[in-house]
Structure formats: C-alpha cells, structure tokens
Nanobody, 122 residues
C-alpha cells in the first residue's frame, strides 16, 4: 500500500498559479499511474489530470492548456502545475495512484491522499 500526501494548495487570485505536489511513501510510484481529481462544493469528484508510469498524460477538457502534470520518480512525487486559474477551479484536489495503466475513472483507484484545498478568488 502506498501513502499519498498532497500539498501546495491555497488561496490565489484568478489568473494566478499554484503547484500541487503528491508525495508518496511506503512504495515507489514509478510503476503506478497517478491521477489528480478534484471535488468542488456540492459537486461530484472529477478527473482533472493523469500521468502513466510511461509519462503519458491526459487532461480533462476544462483544464487542458492550463494545467500540466509531471512526475519525478527520484523524489517519488507527482506534480500538478496550475496556471491561469479560474474561480471554477476552486475545489479540493486529490491525488490517487493505481498499478497498471492510466485510467480516468475514480473507481479504478484504490490509493488516495487526503486532499488539498485550492480556492481561486475572482
């Protein structure tokens, strides 16, 4: 089992940037696909971005061109660089890991972090 801890959330003005980190312990992430998901108040959790063990990336249409996911296997960490933030990006952001191919569905992930709050003011 891998333990995941997110950090880097906070309050930012619209148009600003944040970089989220997802640090793993207990097991290497190098063979895992990692996804970033987000949940806004009153809404269901949704996929935002993901990266496979082979560095293939996928993004939700709502964040494409603004968010970049990357991984540093030496640090056992996955990052989410978020630029040009909008108020609608306000949510709790979670990272999740799974062995095997990258998947976009929440049910495919069995290792989750506790989440980090991102608030974008207008």
């Amino acid at each position: 089992q891998v333990q995941l801890v997110e950090s880097g959330g906070g309050l930012v003005q619209a148009g600003g940037s944040l970089r989220l980190s997802c640090a793993a312990s207990g097991r290497t992430l190098s063979s895992s696909a990692v996804g970033w998901f987000r949940q806004a108040p009153g809404k269901e959790r949704e996929f935002a971005a993901g990266i496979s063990s082979g560095y293939i990336t996928s993004y939700a249409d709502s964040v494409k061109g603004r968010f970049t996911i990357s991984r540093d296997n030496a640090k056992n960490t996955v990052y989410l660089q978020m630029n040009s933030l909008k108020p609608e990006d306000t949510a709790v952001y979670y990272c999740a890991a799974r062995l095997g191919p990258l998947r976009l569905e929440i049910r495919e992930y069995n290792n989750w972090g506790q989440g980090t709050q991102v608030t974008v003011s207008s």
